[in-house]
Each structure stands twice: as C-alpha cells, then as structure tokens.
C-alpha cells in the first residue's frame, strides 16, 4: 500500500518535473548503451553488430525512453496536458476564429442561463415553508371569473367538513395606515385566521403566533409585524412584544415578529399581519360577500386531486343547503405554487425556448466554424497520422480543443449571465416585485451552475463529434499517399454537412424572428387596447379616511368633498373626482343583482360594482352614450341610481333602452333597488388584457367604498404629484394616501403590461441576435465554398464565363440555402404557434403578416451576407485562380 502511494506521488511529481529530468534519462540511457555495446565488443563482436544487439535488449532507444517516462508520470493527464498546450497554441494562432467562437458561444450561453435563472426562481425552488408540497391553495369558484373568494362562513364549513386537510386558514389582503409620529405610512398589511402561519409551518421570530381566541368575534386588535418593520422602524427593541401601535386608528398589540424575508408569495412583501376578528355587520356576517383566500395544508398522503374532489363536494352540498347565496359557487384546490406562478409561467416557458433556441443557433454556428477550420487542417491530420497517431488520440485532441472552447465560453457566458440578470430585474418594476417576491432570489446559484454545465457537456459533445465523423482515416491515408490532403471526397461532403447546419440556423432564426414579431405585435395591440377614457394629463392617488376618525357614511364623503374642492383648486388642475377603484385595476369587488318583472331561477347575476362621484367619470373622459352621469343631487335619502356600461346594456337590455329601468339584490329588497339613469362607454376596469365584465356605477354620496381620486391636469403632472401630499394633509393630517402617479405610468407599469413588453424586449433582442449569427453563418459557408471552388471558378471564366454567371451561380447557391431554411423555419414557427398562443393579446401565432415580414426579414439578410463572398468571386483574376492548389 505505501509502495504503491509512494509511487503515485512519485508520478503526480513527474507531471512538472519530467521535463527537467529528460536530459539526464537519455545520458544515462546512452551510458548503459555504451557499456552493453563494450559487452558485445569483448564477446568479440563488431562495434556495428554489438551496438544492433544492446539496442535490440534495450528495446529500442525512444521505446525504452517512453517506458520510462510512464513510470515517472500519468500517461493520461500528460498526454492531456500535452493535448491542452496543442489545443491553446492553435487557438493563438488563429485570434479570429477564437475570439469569434468564444463571443457566440457567450451570448448563447449567457441569453440561456440568465432566462433559466428567472425559471428557477419562479418555478423550481421550493416555496420557503415546510414541506411546500403539500400546501395548496384553496377557494370557491363562480362562472365568470373561474377561481374567487371564500365568504367567511363558507370557510367555517369547509374546514369543519373536509377530510383531505391537516389544517386550513384563510386571508384577506388589507394595508394600514401607520402613525410614524406625526405622519402616517402606508402598510401593506393581510388580515388571516389564527391558524395561518401554522398552516405554512412559520413560526415568528420573536413574540407569539395568533391564538385561536384572536380569531373570536369583539377579540382584542393583535398584530405581527414583519422583521424589517422591527429592525427599521423599531431598531429592533427586544421589548416589542406587548408594544401598541396606531393602525388606520385603531390600537393594535404587537405579539410576535415575523422571520426575517418571510413573504406570502401569493400576495407579496408585507409589513403586519392582523386576526380576523368577525363581525356580524360587516363582511363576515354574510354567507354571500365573498372576501377571502385560502391555504390548506394536506394530510399526508392525500393528493391534490382528492383534495380538489373534497372541495368540491363540499361546496356543492353548501349549495344545496344554502341556494340563496351558494347558487353556482364551486371550490377548488391546486397546489400552492401554481397560484403563485400560473400567470408568469407561460412568459417564461416561452422566454426560456427562445434563449435555448438562440443557445442552439450559436453551437451550429461554432459547429460550422469547427468544421472548415477542420477541413483546413486536412493536411495536419493527415501528416499526424502517417506519423503514427491513433483515431483515438486524434479524436482525444478535437475533445480537449472543444473543452478549452467551451470552457472559455461558459465563464464567459456566466459573467454576460450576470449582467443580464441585473439588466432585466432594471426591467421589473417596484410594484411587480412586491407582488412577486421570487423576483428576489434570481441569482446564478447550484441550480443555474448545473444547467449551465448540461448545455456545455453538450456542446462539447457536439463539437467533438462533427470533426471527427468528417475525418475519414481511410481518406486521409488515401490523401497522403496521393500527396493531396488538402482537397478531394472531403471538401464535397463538407459543402454537404455545412450547407445542413447553414439551413438549420436559417430554420431556427425564422422561429425567433417570428416569435418576436408576435410577442411584439401583442404589446402594440395590448398598449392600444381601447380604454374607453383619455388617460393623457391625468393624476391618480388613493386617499383613505380612517373608519375611526370618520366613522359614519355622511363623514367620509363630507371629507373626500373637501380633499376634491381642496385639489381642484391646484394650478393646472381642470377636473377632479372620486370613485371606488382605480380603473385598469382589476375585474372584481362584484354584486349580484336581480331585474323585477323577470323570471328568476336563482343563478346569479354577477356584475363589477363601482362607485363614481358628479364628477368622477367625466374627469377620467368616459363617454356618455344615454342619460345621464351621476349628479350631486343623487344623495343619501334620495331613490338610489346607478350608471351603466355599454356591455351591461347590452347584456341584459339588447334592443331597449334601459334608462329608468330597475334591478335590485336577489331578493329585490325595496332598499337595494336602484334605478338605470345613464349609459356610458366600456370603462376598462380589468387588467389591460382581461375582457371587459357587465358594471354599474353608483353613487358615491349614496355608497361608502370611495378612495380612488383622479385629476384632470392640463399640463405639469410632476408638479401637481409633488404637490398632493402637503394639500391633502392640510385638509386632515390623518388621511392616509399611497399609489401617487399619472394613469399612463399606472398602465405602463401593470403586470400585464410589464409581462408583455419583457417578453418582446427579450424575444426581440433573442431575434437579432440570432438573425446575426444567422447572417455570419452563411456568409462564412458561402465563402469558404468558394475558397474550395477557386479553381473551377478560374476555368469557368477561362473558358468564357461571364462574371454575371459567376455572381448568379453564387447568389443562387446561397439562395437555395436560404429558401430550404425559411420554408422549414415557417413549418415549425407554425408548430410553435400553440406555445405562443397564450401570451399573445389580439394576434393569432400563424399570423401572415408577422411571418411574412419574418421570412423577409431574413430572405435580405441572406442575400446581404451572401452578396460580398459573392463579389469577391465575380471579381477573382482567373489566372490568379487557376494557380491556385
């Protein structure tokens, strides 16, 4: 054992020292030579023949030096070291071929990990809480909106009657205004049942965890507040615990901090978390509002399809028992991390193909660049191998180069990765980062280090095994013994295999250029969608009025009256009003209404419920299509009016007139009645890409819901923003405002509209990155197949050929390359259609335009690339040609 270590170290020592140690070998092996040829001589053998003899028992000189050497050193990582220091001298001597394979390979490889970095952060680590396998998030579904809220009492049955959860709890995201001395902050803030964080396997950091008694109706008001609130606002104060704080007045108790980074992925960064503490006046009295989210934990061993099964028989017994406010409303359960990722996920599956395909693109480029250097090199391998060189170490020596290559390219990529990362996350804006937290962990981690090491394996793969296969052995020996290593069988099925990989680009980059112009045209299509309202030179803010300071309906609108009088009074501002929610918010917040005089069979009718003052609507420039808009004259005591949209009309009046028609609740309760005063243009409250849902405004001196405030400016937006906060303070210090800024920032930062203008700023820059690579790709075949085609240009032109002929021949070869790829790119982009069609917005994925702007695209590309080596041919001295080879 220690022999044999001893001799280990011995060779490990070899690998540096071998070289110093040769000239000392060979002296002492000419030595023991010259004492076996004295042998012979004395056995009285001749000088020449005792010489023959001792060579002969040496085994041969260099033999007997190799024999030695193998036993001072590794044989294998020798010959590797050996292989590497071939390797990088080839690659100095050729800085151009270099370079340009290192920089392509870097920006396939950097595109590739930098989009797998988001994959991985969105979709592949697990969520930050125990077993995050088994959570699943849990909800009631109605047929307009599919997945919507859990009501309070529902969620009583629910967790009473399921049998698949070891624990479910729910929430209800709500922000706060803290007092911070003198000034409020805005909080972002959820309201849970007591059993939430045990739900997640979360336990504070500090304090308590809610106690089932928090949770009970009239229960004292208890808060966890985040880390970072603790360490900032609190510099961390060990006696934070029993600590009171001011929250939209009201007094609530510190009982806990929550762990450092915890987030609620499907809601985002949060500063507090509160107990629902029940209230038979409010929300949690009604079976019917519908407030909630839920969490579920699963008992082991139960499946997310039972406990979907569970849910839903749940919810349709509740339906049986409760038709009034149950009818049409079904469960649902999936897993946690699909609510988390499932409207993000398809960006990135699309984002991810893109980069890969880009990846692809470039390894077929540098395959192409490795197969004519390879043919170049013709007349080297052939000379190695007549000098003895196996297959086997010949196809060792294209693997170490395609290692150095690929390694070069990889580190490369990495660090391009790097910058990419922090380029795109530039992109993202603050409020989409809040809502997705994973957007925190994008990082080049194990996970992105071992994809970036598959795509490297397989390049080098890739590499390694087009040159060899191009290599006949049999052809080079036939060459060489010819004396024409240079040309022959090999330069045609050369033209073979790169006009193959020429195509394969061209087919490829047809994809991506397609996918762009797709991606691109559903943002334009989506950034036009008609809004049905001006939002140029408008201000938004939402302004809350704390419950305890206003408590009555009169109270709150008597002080937004005076926060809209107060701001219309601002230079520059011509109109203001106040309403429910901001539009472009979301579709949602709905009532069920009933029409009098119809037959009713207890389906509910959903539509969006808004509230609007006088002058709200004709701030925010919606058209009036009949009647009229609110009024100020529409007040408390007053019969109750509402203002409908067009698709409102039209649903449930096709063909009359509904102004002073009528609907009420279900139940048609004489106090829910309102009547129809006005119709007025599809006001988009959804997302920009959501459909536009049935609504009715009301009036907000009639409804207590109020906070959004907009603004119509006639210039100096900035100046009107930087003035909001001192003028609504100096109205009542105590009101709380957030979300300042221009409706077309609004717009331009929503999540759908971030999600489509990254997708085809990505795919586009993917796109040209490709179609450069694409156009280098051919431009490098078509030259070098003149280069092998020299001489029988030169004897065509001899022969009288005109240079117009010679420039057609060119063009058309390269033509037909073109052509072959673009037909093979359109048939898959068609393929690829279904991967696309759910990001596009108002464009199918076969559209003909987009793809035939694509094809042409390319097609002068193509004839770009191919026009110089083209010249360059037509233009060759035919003499000069014909001397060539």
Known sequence: MIAALRAFFIRVRGLWTAPSSEPGMREELAHDLALMTEDGELRGLSHEEARRQALLQLGGLEQTMQSVRDRRTLPSVEEFLQDLRFALRQLHRKPGFTLTAIFTLALGFGASIAIFAFVDAAMIKPLPYREPQRLAWVTETVEIMGPANLSWQDYQDWNQQNKSFESLAVWRYGGFQMRVGEGLVFTPAMRVSANFLATLGVHPAAGRDFAATDNLAGAAKVVMISYELWRDNFHSDPNIVNHVLDFSGDKYTVIGVLPEKFQFAPRGRLQAITAITPDKDLCEGRRSCHSLNGVARLKPGVTFQQADADVKAIAHNLESQYPDSNRGEGGVAMPLTEQVVRRIRPVLYVLLTAALLLCFIACINVASLLLARSEGRRREFALRSALGATRRRMLRQFATESITLVLTGTLSGMALALLSVRFIMLLVPQSMRDQMPFFDSVSINRDTLLFAISIALGAIILFSMIPSLRISWNALQRAIAEGNASAGSGSLSWNRVGSLLVITEVAVAVVLLAGAGLLSRSLANLLRTDLNFNSDHLVTVIVVAPGKKFPTDDSQVAIQRRVIERLATLPGVTAAGFG????????????????????????????????????????????????????????????????????FAENYFPGQNPIGKTFGNTSLEPKSMKTIVGVIDDLHEGALDDPIWPAAYYSAYQSTDQQAIALRVSSGESSVIASLPGVIHSVDPDLGMSDVMTMNDRINSSQSATLHRGAAWLAGAFAITALLLCAVGLYGVISYSISLRTREIGVRMALGARRESIYGMVLREAARLSVTGIVSGLLLS??????????????????????????LVLGVSSFLASALPARRAATANPMEALRTE
């Not at 005089?597 to 709200?616: F, M, Q």
């Not at 464009?843 to 793809?851: E, F, K, N, R």
Request: charged share 20%; net charge positive.
């Open 580 to 647: 429910g929610i901001m539009p472009v918010s979301f579709n949602g917040n709905t009532d069920w209404i009933r029409f009098p005089d119809r037959p009713y069979d207890g389906k509910h009718i959903e539509i969006n419920g808004r509230s609007a003052s006088s002058t709200y609507l004709q701030t925010l420039g919606v058209p009036l299509l009949k009647g009229r808009f609110i009024s100020e004259q529409d007040t408390v005591g007053k019969p109750l009016v509402a203002v409908v949209n067009r698709r």
């Open 830 to 855: 068609v393929l690829a259609a279904s991967l696309l069609k759910s990001v596009l917005f108002g464009v199918s994925g076969w559209d003909p335009l987009t793809l035939g702007i694509s094809c």
